[in-house]
DNA sequence: CTGAAAGCGCTTACAG
DNA sequence: CTGAAAGCGCTTACAG
């Protein structure tokens, strides 16, 4: 973006002169376009508009108007969050993408591990300080005194999969209500009534997918108790296998259940192998869905239907936001919360229900 | 912003002469600070960012990197919306924040009124379309075909006060769920038990808050039951002093109630006056706590203490995310749902309750 | 790590 | 409404 590739692998600069060679105008009147200080004929504005999007002209330069101010960022990580930990596909993704696109911009990101609940708000800001850091992304930690101290400190701060209910900090999650309940609502869609959701007692951002997954019922008109859950004691395969190997066990079987929606995919990888160990087929015997839309799920026997949250565009917001900040001269800049809009993708790990049509 | 004001009242661009002479460096210093060109000691670093933020130079880079692929944007408002029904507080302010930095920006807004539920999205797109409009901005509208004809027809759009559940348009929201829970913490703290929630049957921003009003409870481990509804015809302030007139006739009186929260000022404002048109004294017999921070709420007698949400900020930030998505050249950005942060405003219309502590 | 000076890119009167 | 040309602001080798 804003560099165009030549023929010996390097890029130079994409500038007015290359919009106005692909546009076929002159120099000026690119500018004229593209500052509005005179008045273009609406066909060649559209053409410039479009030659200069096309090169990545307008992306560029607003890239380069914001990363100005920052060259140093402090990435606060849980322990389990970081890449040896590789059953974590969501924080791997989100943490990838993060980084190619700190590399792009020239901003230097460093980690700082977390170690447990020992790290205080303070120790971060320390951190944040002594590297020079103008802002600080905390990934998946939310934690109240973490907030609030980190808030008082008044730095730059973003939380990714995490929100701050004192409205304090910046925040970028999934739109993770939303998309429960797209899901749900599809599931439903095809034809099923009684639902299983299996999550567990993670943070609020988790719990949110369960409000989706209840205001899906609530919004077809169909009974809340068909909505049902069962927790996992955390989200990782074999902790869904086991959920839900215990679940048939004490339920002699699927009773009701046709489908089952996991709030994560990683949650739904151990589900299906545990379906699948105890002699059910999916989907003939039984749905499964998942959420996060990560890689695994494409490889699995059948592949996985689940929701997309765009991870690889949570960093980027995420460094957006902190140069939002730091670059307004706003002292009352309210604290920004933002849900990234989530997408179905359909596999073939759901097949169609007993109810035949729609509700509505 | 991006200007100084000179002697003779008028103004002119602020650039890095301006900026190595308040810092007290050569101009190529600051071009080496602002782009990470040269590795520059510390010290001059932050003397030349600051002296940069403070004449505005980076917010005015940053508007300036955006505003120049759009010029005009269509706004399309319900009728209930337009500045003639001073009754709507809420919509007066955030149309005249969005009027006065559209015009410093040099964008054209143009109003669409939407007349009941006539207009289809064809309509509106067909206007955008002949004002040659870059984008739209809907306020205070979602409904679902609106919405979704929208986003078929693929022009950026945002929704100010509006959710797109299906994902697929921008917005921009208070903290509405964030904020009620704020609210009714705080009442909580002031030893309050039995609240009384004032709202009405408006559309799922409102119910937010709602949810956030049981949140409050919930979190502090309060009984449910002791977050009570009460639902008026509207928001109007008539409405709400009626529809408190006839729960205090239903009710003989206030019963176990000590604090109402109201979901809007405007709501209040109505229902300050029913409560002391009954004869009931505020603070003292029942307190009240507003949402919104609308400018009338400083006025009444008591002063209202509410939830102050950032009006002022709401049509920049949608603006922003228009720009953000005519400048990407991703064709699969993620739809952005923001919230901004709200803050508690405590005036004089609320005492503290019956249980002196708090029950955390 | 900082600055004087050359140079490049974008903007802006101005002509048509 | 568009373009050729002058000019301004910012960047960038280079010296110390």
Redo the contacts with the bound molecule.
């Keep these: 973006m804003g560099k165009t590739a030549t023929d010996d692998g390097r890029s130079r600069k994409v ?3 290359d919009i106005s060679r692909e546009a076929g ?5 690119v ?2 376009v ?2 509005g ?5 609406p ?2 504005r559209t053409r410039v508009l479009e030659a200069a999007r096309r090169l990545g002209y307008l992306a560029h330069r607003q890239a380069k108007a914001s990363i100005t101010a920052l060259d140093t960022i402090l990435l606060a990580v849980p322990p389990d969050t970081l890449p040896q930990n590789n059953l974590n596909f969501v924080s791997w993704t989100v943490l990838s993408a993060l980084g190619k696109e700190s590399e792009r911009r020239g901003i230097r990101l460093v980690p700082f591990p977390l170690e447990g609940l020992a790290n205080s708000a303070k120790a971060i800001v320390e951190a944040a300080r002594s590297e020079k850091a103008g802002g600080i992304i905390l990934l998946n930690v939310d934690r109240r005194e973490l907030v609030e101290g980190i808030a008082g400190a008044g730095v730059a701060a973003v939380l990714i999969n995490g929100e701050d209910s004192s409205m304090q900090l910046d925040s970028v999650t999934p739109g993770n209500r939303f998309g429960a309940r797209l899901a749900t609502d599809w599931l439903i869609r095809q034809g099923h009534r009684k639902i299983l959701h299996i999550t567990w007692r993670g943070r609020a951002t988790i719990r949110r997918r369960g409000d989706g997954f209840v205001d899906a019922f609530v919004d077809n008109g169909l009974p809340r108790e068909d909505a049902q859950f069962l927790f996992a004691e955390g989200y990782e395969p074999h902790l869904g296998e086991k959920a839900i190997g215990e679940w048939l066990v004490a339920n002699k079987g699927l009773g009701e259940i046709t489908a089952i929606f996991c709030a994560a995919d990683n949650l739904a990888l151990g589900v299906m192998r545990g379906l699948q160990t105890a002699g059910y087929k999916i989907p003939s015997d039984i749905s499964v869905m998942g959420f996060d839309g990560v890689a695994p799920g494409e490889f699995t026997t059948p592949s996985l239907t689940t929701v997309n949250v765009p991870l690889d565009q949570m960093g980027p917001a995420a460094l957006h936001l902190i140069e939002q900040r730091v670059t307004s001269n706003r002292l009352d800049r309210a604290s920004h919360r933002l849900e990234l809009g989530c997408r179905l993708i359909v596999r073939a790990s759901v097949a169609p229900g007993p109810a035949g049509t729609s509700p509505r």
Tied chains: 1, 2.
Excluded: E, R
Aim: net charge positive.
């Design positions: 500038g007015v002169k105008v002159s120099i000026s009147t500018s004229h593209l500052n200080t005179a008045s273009i004929s066909a060649v």
